[in-house]
Nanobody, 115 residues
């Protein structure tokens, strides 16, 4: 059974930093693309960052230069380092592994950025 568990969310002031973790069991992270998605209040879920199995990364324009995605295949984990956080970064962050129809989601972790 595949399970993804996110952690590291919380309440932070604008300009602060958080590091999110996505740990997986039951599946090999190293051969899969993993993405971090964000759903802000009243908005659709959007892809924030992703890392492919062979290394290349993607960042949504608004987080470029502030967020860094990385992976540790030995720990079957992917991380999202978020710096210089903005109010607009508030939302539920979820990690997703793979592609349809073989994709898996974590339960999400709340990130709240305050003034």
């Amino acid at each position: 059974q595949v399970q993804l568990v996110e952690s590291g969310g919380g309440l932070v002031q604008a300009g602060g930093s958080l590091r999110l973790s996505c740990a997986g069991t039951g599946i090999d992270f190293s051969v899969n693309r993993v993405g971090w998605y964000r759903q802000a209040p009243g908005k659709l879920r959007e892809l924030v960052a992703a890392v492919n199995s062979n290394g290349p990364t993607y960042y949504e324009k608004s987080v470029q230069g502030r967020f860094t995605i990385s992976r540790d295949n030995a720990k079957n984990s992917v991380y999202l380092q978020m710096n210089d956080l903005e109010i607009e970064d508030t939302g539920v962050y979820s990690c997703k592994l793979g592609w349809p129809p073989n994709e898996y989601w974590g339960q999400g972790t709340q990130v709240t950025v305050s003034l």
